[in-house]
Structure formats: structure tokens, C-alpha cells
């Protein structure tokens, strides 16, 4: 399947039609595609499985999920409570192998401990020996120079371990920077330096890297290197000052869903950033940012801004 039916006609499309018939194409032909989220699964809050279901189920996607943890709520209110969900992913995998499941395509986010990383990765590499199945990453452990509580060294290398098989990993700068082992005491880096730790993660074995949030000399970039096209890119990015939790997992479904349909990658980085810079600014005065973006009313956005790409 690929997108050249669909990008032939738009050109020849009143604007506002556009979007509209965009959509219905791109969900009848991407409706056979399988899509596997492994996240956590927030009671309160649009982020992790939250935020990304939305965005693939409205590009077209039959999604299943495999939760990492059940937590209460997002994080960021201070109280909550965490289930690790280790022993039911071990249980579910074992069932979806005898009944022979298969996907397209599996995404993962949180991962809440190194035993889930190893779970998680013997079952990539079956699918992908078995039924060609491609991995997309967003190796989530630390943010703002820090890592999370509870991301060990061990966390860390299993989390290079399922780099090295992705066809795409979307770390921000700080992930990178302890994935890569370089640079984990600078918030702000040169463009030489995120571009050098881009290719040392593709070196490690990801095919496309995306380094996120990469700040240098007071500017903010998405750093990305295009394992088709050979190629890096430093891609600008307006930084709103204004901090909504989920923003990263939907940036994640925003890449990785076009990517799976076959787009390039600068595109759609492009079109991500602006998908984001108007979901920020279009809910900055939602009250309360510690439940994310409200994204089943903002979902237009989505279609709207991939149209703007052509």
C-alpha cells in the first residue's frame, strides 16, 4: 500500500474539501494495518495510551495495546499509584503466541522496568523473524537532563538493546544524551554535537533517529537523522512557554503513524511540530494542564496540517 493515489489528487481538491477527503482515503487504506501500543495506561490524563489512541485510531489504524503500568493519574498532581502490569504482559504474550497474533507495526513508550525492556524486546524480535513486523521507539526514561526514578544502568542498556532494532526512535535530548553515553551534563549543545549524537545512535543500530527538544544557543531544534535519505536535519521549532503533560506520546503517534503509511521523515517531523505548536496554543487556557490536551475535540488539527504538507 502506499500514499501516490492520495497525494496525486490533492492538488487538484478545493482547500476545503481537502482535509475531508484526505481522511476517508487514508483510513480505508490504512484500515488492514495493525498497530500493537505498548505504554502505560492512565486512568486520569491524556498521555501514554491516553493520547496516542486517539491520534492512530483517527489516521485509520486497527490498534490493539499491551499496557506497561495502570496508574491512577498523570504524575505531575503528586499523588498517585502505579500497578505494574509485568506478570499480565508476560501472561498476554504467552497467549497471543499460542493463538498466533501478529502486527504491522509495534510502538512503545514508558517501559517501567528493566524486566519489562527484556520482555518486551524478545517479543519485537520474534515478531519481526516471524511476520516482518517494524519496531518504533520512543525510549522514555528522563527528561531535562534528569532520568526518571527508578531508570537504572541496566534500564538504560536493555533500552539501546531495542534501539538498535527500530526502525525509528524518537528520544528528547536528555534520553539521547544517556543512550549515547555523551553530553548528559549539557542542557544546551551545538548543532555539531546534536547531529554527533544522532549518528552515534544510528550507529548503535536504529535505522532513523529523532532527537526532540535539542536546545542550542538559546534556539529549539528537532535533530534528525533520515536513514533513506542519508541525510540530517535541524528542524526549528517555536518554544512555547507553556507545559502540558502528554505532548510527547502524541508527538510520537503524530511520527509514527505517517511514517508507517510511507511518508518521508523530514515532512512529517515538519508536520508534527506544527501539529504540536497548535494543540499548545489552541488549549493554553485549559486550567488544567496536568490532564493534557483535550484531543478528541482537537483531532481536525491532525488532517488539517498533513494536508498543509503538499
Request: proline fraction near 3%; include cysteine; hydrophobic fraction near 40%.
Amino acid at each position: 500500500m502506499t500514499f501516490a493515489a492520495t497525494f496525486d489528487i490533492i492538488p487538484f481538491i478545493e482547500d476545503k474539501f481537502a482535509p475531508k477527503i484526505f481522511k476517508r482515503s487514508l483510513t480505508i487504506q490504512k484500515m488492514q494495518d495493525k498497530i500493537l501500543l505498548i505504554n502505560d495506561l492512565p486512568g486520569y490524563g491524556k498521555v501514554a495510551l491516553s493520547a496516542m489512541l486517539p491520534v492512530l485510531s483517527h489516521m485509520g489504524f486497527d490498534e490493539y495495546n499491551l499496557p506497561t503500568a495502570i496508574v491512577s493519574n498523570t504524575l505531575d498532581y503528586g499523588k498517585f499509584d502505579i500497578l505494574d502490569t509485568t506478570e499480565h504482559m508476560e501472561r498476554s504474550i504467552k497467549v497471543w503466541k499460542e493463538l498466533g497474533f501478529s502486527f504491522d507495526a509495534i510502538c512503545t513508550g514508558f517501559i517501567l522496568t528493566a524486566e519489562q525492556v527484556r520482555l518486551i524486546l524478545g517479543y519485537c524480535r520474534e515478531q519481526r523473524q516471524t511476520y516482518g513486523t517494524k519496531l518504533y521507539v520512543d525510549p522514555i526514561m528522563g527528561d531535562e537532563g534528569e532520568l526518571y526514578h527508578g531508570v537504572s544502568e541496566e534500564t538504560i542498556s536493555y533500552m539501546r538493546s531495542m534501539c538498535s532494532q527500530a526502525e525509528i526512535i524518537v528520544p528528547n535530548l536528555t534520553e539521547a544524551a544517556f543512550l549515547a553515553g555523551m553530553y548528559e551534563d549539557k542542557p544546551d549543545i551545538t548543532l555539531a554535537e546534536a547531529e554527533e549524537l544522532a549518528m552515534k545512535l544510528h550507529g548503535m543500530g536504529a535505522k532513523s533517529v529523532v532527537i526532540t527538544s535539542v536546545l542550542s544557543g538559546g534556539s529549539y531544534y528537532v535533530t534528525c537523522y533520515d536513514d533513506t535519505a542519508k541525510r540530517i536535519y535541524h528542524i526549528p521549532f517555536e518554544h512555547i512557554d507553556v507545559r502540558f503533560v502528554g505532548t510527547g506520546d502524541i508527538f510520537s503517534a503524530l511520527l509514527f503513524g505517517r511514517m508507517i503509511c510511507g511518508a518521508e521523515l523530514r515532512q512529517t517531523v515538519e508536520y508534527a511540530v506544527r501539529v504540536m505548536r497548535r494543540l499548545i496554543a489552541e488549549n493554553e487556557s485549559e486550567a488544567d494542564k496536568f490532564k493534557g490536551i483535550p484531543l478528541e475535540r482537537n483531532l481536525d488539527i491532525v488532517d488539517e496540517e498533513w494536508v498543509k504538507s503538499f
